[in-house]
């Protein structure tokens, strides 16, 4: 099959790879129908994060099942399913209080199940999934979505759960004041979020037409594109000389939390989903002084899964509109520098090509 790997900083090749095979009763594997990069994988791709040997890469994707262990009973072959960013099992103590991500039978984001095998590499033709009862979740009565619909399927492996992750912890509900720190896919989807959930106001920070746009079409009342304390100032324009009672904190660097933190209101919440760069920290004397809560973290969206896809089938919400660029599997080098460049926002990679 072909799949993508990455072998160091702005090195990404579409090789081929062996076919996934099953190795567990409780593995199954995937056809991968669509995938896409995610903004964590600009890490490593821009050197922030060391790649010690060329491995393959990518964890957001969708597809049919092919295969089945023989101790598999939630998903069958032949079923359209969206595979969450993270394996579980769904079974042990922190997968059933909903924290997914640290599943007592999986290792930490990147690494391998428990008996060694690779759990990364959803940017290719085919997955072997670990646990795949805890971790896949079958779309009944879809096998062929169009491409909206495919679009908005595949949000749910991670962007729109991370978003309302975001958006949970950051006590987001109706009559609260809401400020998004970013407006990537995750940014995007935590305003998508925020409208869901309720909230009153919603102010988008953004200095990219296209993004703000999108921002607009999923709830944001308002666009600010200062920064640092002028964001800051704006905000309180904005809200009447208060700052927000929530804030979401997607991107993950120093200064994006710092400006969380400083739209703030005493009191308020920050909900962080951003993956940590280097220098990002919490000042617990701010925190201390101005009593807000901080909340997140890595976001276990199989828990959110259920109901966010209820909505997608229903039409309730398209966070699939984040995707504003389809390319196929083999054009993934320039998938990774487009958003690198900040020329797209979000890619979706289709093996075998695109019509």
């Known amino acids: 099959m072909r799949a993508t790997m990455i072998y160091g900083p702005h090195d990404i090749r579409v090789e081929d790879r062996p076919d996934p095979e099953l190795h567990l009763p409780g593995d199954a594997i995937v056809r991968v129908v669509a995938?896409?990069?995610?903004?964590?994988?600009?890490?490593?791709?821009?050197?922030?994060?060391s790649t010690e040997k060329p491995h393959p890469i990518g964890h957001e994707f969708v597809g049919i099942v092919e295969a089945v262990g023989d101790d598999v009973s939630v998903v069958s072959e032949g079923d359209f399913v969206v595979a969450p960013w993270a394996v579980s099992c769904g079974e042990c103590p922190q997968c059933l209080n909903g924290v997914q991500v640290a599943c007592d039978h999986?290792?930490?984001?990147g690494g391998t199940d428990e008996d060694g095998f690779p759990v990364d590499g959803g940017q290719g033709e085919g997955v072997r999934v670990p646990m795949a009862d805890g971790t896949l979740v079958p779309v009944r009565g879809v096998t062929e979505p169009d491409e909206p619909l495919l679009k908005s399927l595949l949000t749910l492996s991670d962007v729109m759960g991370t978003g309302h992750h975001a958006a949970l912890a950051a006590d987001v509900g109706p009559t609260r004041s809401v400020v998004v720190v970013g407006d990537g896919a995750v940014g995007?989807?935590?305003?998508?979020?925020?409208?869901?959930?309720?909230?009153a106001r919603i102010i988008a920070m953004s200095r990219h037409e296209d993004r703000a746009e999108i921002a607009r079409k999923f709830g944001a009342t308002d666009i600010v594109a200062e920064r640092g304390k002028a964001a800051a100032d704006k905000v309180r324009e904005l809200l009447g000389g208060v700052l927000a009672d929530s804030v979401l904190e997607c991107v993950g660097t120093k200064e994006s939390m710092d400006q969380a933190l400083h739209c703030t209101r005493p009191g308020g919440s920050v909900g962080f989903v951003g993956v940590p760069a280097g220098g990002a920290?919490?000042?617990?004397?701010?925190?201390f002084s101005k009593n807000i809560s901080v909340g997140g973290g890595a976001a276990s969206t199989r828990a959110y899964l259920p109901e966010l896809l209820e909505d997608v089938l229903s039409g309730a919400i398209d966070p699939g509109l984040v995707f504003d660029s389809v390319m196929p599997l083999e054009d993934a080098a320039e998938a990774y520098a487009a958003m690198d460049e900040r020329r797209a926002i979000k890619v979706m990679l289709v093996p075998g090509g695109t019509d």
Request: with cysteine; glycine share 14%.
């Open 281 to 287: 920290e919490l000042p617990i004397g701010l925190l």
């Open 35 to 49: 995938a896409c990069v995610c903004g964590s994988d600009l890490w490593p791709y821009r050197g922030v994060r």
């Open 188 to 199: 995007l989807c935590g305003v998508l979020a925020a409208k869901r959930l309720g909230a």
């Open 106 to 109: 999986r290792a930490a984001w």
